[in-house]
């Protein structure tokens, strides 16, 4: 029998055989399956559902005549020869989106796509420059994705968007380009009841006594609070840690603590509600937005728009900022003034 007839593929032919058996979807599942290490994980990402995953790449594997993945507990691996795929669809998917960024280079910002990730915290201020943004050229597609700082750096080193945003940078890397963009106080947050809400300049050490509550380890709005505690000589009361701002918010009402957030989370609870602004000394403590890209990765024509747009966006954020600190304020001269008349 002869080898072309012996029951194996062949690729001496070059390669027909994968251009007509296997497909760019299925290089994309795999990519995806290797980066996050779970078919679950990729079929999220890609909005699928993961029996349609696990057929493709079984699929996939039957076209290369090998496994490609194996499973170590409740993760999976990629074999010898998935690692070598994965390689290449790294390659393949890489020239796709540089052919991609060309081509909407050439259409101008009639056309084109903005695919952006966002640190959890900045889901407040990204999208409406987002919108905005969008307001200005109708034309682009916008892909927005939302997840933790983990997964956000999971993506730049995969280059899987165009910019991101994010906080204070934890450390300086040449790769790595880091454009600050808009302004992010974070301030103390108590109930509007709170003994507190009513007092100005309070002391810092006041804080140490109170019931703490923090977002959880890696969060850079917990390093930026932990950092002034420790730089204060004060040590925090932590009661809890909760994973998102708006657990945290809700725990506060329920009265089981004051916590720190960035001030652009709370723009929605000044026109009215259950939370109000500590003025303690030392606060707010001020950091910046960041849009961060992968220095030696081209920009489109679109992303560096888009990136010059949010940079000059920064007076209205400040203004809304302002407005809202404004409502705080107000709030407070109401909790002093019925203080007062309760005497």
Same mark, same amino acid.
């Given at each position: 029998m002869s080898p072309a007839n012996d029951g194996r593929h062949t690729f001496a032919g070059g390669a027909d055989y994968l251009i007509r058996h296997a497909t760019l979807r299925q290089l994309q599942l795999l990519e995806a399956i290797v980066r996050l290490?779970?078919?679950?994980?990729?079929?999220?990402?890609?909005?699928?559902t993961q029996p349609t995953v696990s057929m493709q790449i079984?699929?996939?594997?039957?076209?290369?005549?090998?496994?490609?993945?194996?499973h170590v507990g409740r993760t999976v691996e990629p074999t010898d020869a998935g690692r070598e795929v994965y390689a290449?669809?790294?390659?393949?998917?890489?020239?796709?989106?540089?052919?991609?960024?060309?081509?909407?280079?050439?259409?101008?910002?009639?056309?084109?796509r903005l695919r952006l990730g966002v640190v959890t915290t900045a889901k407040y201020v990204a999208p409406e420059i987002l919108g905005a943004f969008c307001k200005q050229y109708p034309g682009i597609e916008v892909s927005l994705r939302v997840t933790n700082r983990e997964h956000i750096l999971e993506r730049l080193m995969a280059h899987d968007d165009d910019l991101y945003v994010s906080g204070q940078p934890r450390d300086d890397n040449e790769q790595i380009e880091s454009i600050p963009f808009a302004p992010n106080p974070l301030v103390?947050?108590?109930?509007?009841?709170?003994?507190? +809400?009513?007092?100005?300049?309070?002391?810092m050490q006041r804080l140490a006594d109170e019931n703490l509550i923090l977002r959880e380890p890696g969060s850079g709005i917990r390093d930026a609070v932990l950092k002034w505690f420790n730089e204060s000589g004060l040590e925090p009361r932590v009661?809890?840690?909760?994973?998102?701002?708006? +657990?945290?918010?809700h725990a506060i009402v329920g009265g089981l603590g004051i916590s720190v957030l960035s001030l652009h989370s709370l723009r929605l609870e000044s026109a009215g509600g259950g939370l109000a602004l500590l003025d303690v000394q030392g606060f707010p403590i001020m950091r910046r937005w960041h849009l961060v890209h992968w220095r030696g990765r081209e920009l489109s024509l679109v992303a560096r728009t888009f990136r010059d747009f949010a940079v000059?966006?920064?007076?209205?954020?400040?203004?809304? =900022?302002?407005? +809202?600190?404004?409502?705080?304020? &107000?709030?407070?001269?109401? =909790?002093? &003034?019925?203080?007062?008349?309760?005497r």
């Open positions: 290490g779970s078919f679950t994980r990729a079929a999220e990402e890609l909005f699928l079984k699929k996939l594997s039957e076209t290369l005549g090998t496994p490609l993945f194996r290449a669809c790294r390659e393949i998917l890489g020239t796709l989106t540089d052919l991609e960024v060309k081509l909407s280079d050439l259409k101008g910002l009639k056309r084109g103390v947050v108590a109930r509007a009841d709170h003994p507190l +809400a009513a007092e100005r300049e309070v002391p009661r809890m840690q909760l994973g998102s701002n708006e +657990a945290i918010k000059d966006y920064e007076p209205e954020i400040e203004v809304r =900022l302002a407005k +809202a600190e404004t409502a705080f304020e &107000q709030m407070r001269e109401r =909790l002093r &003034q019925g203080e007062a008349a309760g």
